[in-house]
């Protein structure tokens, strides 16, 4: 947010002075303060029910990350032995 921040700050004093800066460094710290908050008590009230659904289907996730590891474990040994293939996928040219 840092960069956002400096830019509004940036445009706010080359267009109004110190005192258009300030209000709009209040205005983006109060909005930013108020998604926050908002947020934060969104993903509280939900975190109950999404843990339950997610308690529910444990078993097809941890599966689904098996094999996913396995096929990533797969791809990192082929593109391993068989350099020529690893440097025309990711390295074109």
């Known amino acids: ?9 940036a445009f706010a ?3 109004g ?4 800066a300030f ?3 209040l205005l983006f710290a109060g909005t930013m303060g108020a998604l926050m908050l908002a947020i934060s ?8 029910a999404a843990l339950r659904r997610l308690r529910g289907s444990s078993r097809a996730i941890q599966r689904s990350a098996s094999v996913l590891l396995v096929l990533v ?4 040994i082929y593109f391993t032995l068989d350099a020529g293939t ?3 996928v990711f390295i074109p040219g």
């Open 1 to 9: 947010m840092g960069p956002f921040l400096a830019a509004v700050a």
């Open 13 to 15: 004093l080359s267009t």
């Open 17 to 20: 002075g110190f005192l258009t």
């Open 23 to 25: 209000l709009a460094f």
């Open 41 to 48: 008590l969104l993903v509280g009230a939900s975190q109950n």
């Open 73 to 76: 474990g797969a791809g990192l």
């Open 86 to 88: 690893f440097q025309s």
